[in-house]
């Protein structure tokens, strides 16, 4: 009956209390390493596609050489016309972005900081984020903006009402919304299509400055598939601009920093040695007590219990270590997670999948280490421990 | 005595040292995966300035880093000059541009270097002969650390940087930095060309070599004093601390490897503790038997550090092999510059060490207050 074998389990593994807590210790330790190595991970690709997320469309259309958002590569405006013009799109909303020359003037240390801009229509619904939308006809007056309210500390003073200066030119913050720094932008404003040409106005390529739209947001008519209408544009339009649904668009971006940063490769192997510290101290936790209680599992043997009985009694340790343990590791995580968002405005979450994924990690990790040291047992021959 | 009786008590349970020597030695490998990406971020930031031959450097107040300078005037380099202390005040131009991969055709972000040639600015055999040749019109070196998305970088490649087609006539090793992973070393008449004709006036680092033997504390105080405020002089050592300050608060790699430091040490301590405490409990009842048979407290804890120090010796070296063996495999996979130096080396040993000690000491605490007919009743 497993449930009697449970209390034998529980009996061993709580026999000391000190060195019961210090495994429990040793386990969560191992634990909150892995859930932070993971939650750097993640930050990393999530903040990258953060922006994208908040985006309102269904398709989205780039240029062919823009491969990755940390690449400015602008289009022809006229290819919104183009496009809006085409069946099935509902409408066409260019978004302008630049996170090279924007240059924001903290209000109190007087320190100017990069900072990306993103400028729009107010007219157009671009933005998925509600703060927004409520300020568009403010973002209409000269000279204003809304900010980012995750935007790192360096900064400065953020509220609304705040007057500084944007590459030297005078802005008013007129709103803040909240969306999220990323590893190349360390925060985020948000302005009118005029205000944006007006504040950043060299062109970096030939052609007028209205033609550096950075992506056009197209939406599709109601009873439309974004595939049928994404492949009616591509034969439509010229092939100097890529057209993409917005999952495609995003799956490119997260491919980009999967493939081509050093990252994710640092982040996964500190996971993995984690999980790899995390074996070797359940193992020593189990087979120490395995062998403390060597004269008992040998009686147990002697008596007539099989061999079976014995390993299970040592997974059930594992299993009850590996919860146990898990437990605070994941209120220890929570925490740090709390302070490390504060800190840096990375998007650091704990989703469910990530918590049932390191719990099944925690139990595979004791269940190896349960298994080696059950061997120690079984291939004990019950006389000799008693000699 | 207390030699043998120390190393014989570890091996009389071999599997269960080894276990306790296996834990320890993934906590401090962990421990130096960790120090190795923080120390290569840091030094990423330094591997240029490493390079460039200067005692005192001038820059904008805006300096963020190599590639967000800002700027100052040149007139502030001719008053620089007017010192006795100052031997030269050179200009040094850096700024970002797209390459274009001559086969892809994708656009990349590089890092541009300008300089004047008839200068001796950096400290690199290769650039110094090779003054004349990058005085040629829209020619670049590049650096050989740049990444292969990057294309074709051999001699004679043609593409675009910018907006102006340009040859690469040549290459340099240094290393791109954190932020960059592509590097080029233009003189300064092909930079303001890359930069669409911008005036050399404009200068982003002003590098100041002081005579022999001038003290460069001394001089950079009078240097400010000279110069307005739209500059800022900086010695080397203040130069490290801005960019250290900047990347480790700043960026959130740095703050992010920062915390993977500060994990890598708790985790480290805190299971050091468990194994060693572990490993000290499964001994008292010997223990108490010599403290019964009259030895000294003093034996016991000479017995019990000596054991600790054999595990934590016998787990640093392995320990440090795989940190090596890490080390080399991110340099290939990742391109960082991740090395391990005898600072490091020493002061996690002396760390593990000194954690490992206190670690024993606080467990005999337990066996000298006790009394030793109950150390046997467990």
Redo the contacts between chains.
Sequence with gaps: MPWSRVPLAWLILTHQKRRFVLSLAGIAFAVVLMYMELGFLSALYDSQVALLQQLNADLIMSSKAKYTMAINEALPRGRLYQARAVAGVADAYPLYVDFEQPSWRNPGTRGSRPIRVLGFNPADPVFLIPEIQARAEQLRQPDTALIDRESQETYGRREQGTVTELSRRRLRVVGTFSLGTDFISHGNVVMSDKNFLKFFPSSRGPGPNLSRVELGLLKIAPGTHPGTVAGVLRTALPPDVHIQTKQEFIDQELKFWHDNTPLGYMFGLGAALGFVVGIVICYQILYTDVVDHLPQFATLKAIGYRDRFVRRVVLHEALLLSFLGHVPGLGMSYLLYGMLVRATGLPLHLPPERVLLLLGLTIAMCTVSGILAARRVITADPAEVFA | MKLLLAWLSLAH?K??TL??V??IA??I??VF??LG?YASVMRSALQIHEKLDYDLLLVSP?Y?NLA?T?WFPRQRLQQAAALPGVASALPFYTG?R?WRNPET?????LLVMGFNTRDHVFNLPEIDAARQELERPDVVFIDRRTRP?FGSQARGTVTEIG?RQVTVAGQYTIGTGFDFYGAAIVSDVNFSRLFEGISLDKVNLGLIRLNRDADPEAWAEALRRALPADVRVLTRAQLTALEQQYWAQ????G??FG??VV??V??GV??L???L??DI??HLPEYATLKALGYRDRFLRYVVLLKVLFLVLLAYLPALGLALV?YAL?RE????PVDMNVERAGAVLALSVLMASGTGLSCLRRLRSADPADLFGR
């Design positions: 349970h599997t269960r276990a306790a296996a834990g993934f906590c490998s962990l995966l960790q990406l805006d963020l967000r800002g970002a797209q055709r994708r656009h990349l972000r998305e907006p700043e960026t959130p790699a703050m992010v915390l993977g994990l890598a708790v985790v805190v299971i503790y468990q194994v405490t572990t409990t499964k890490l991110i996979a990742a391109n960082l």
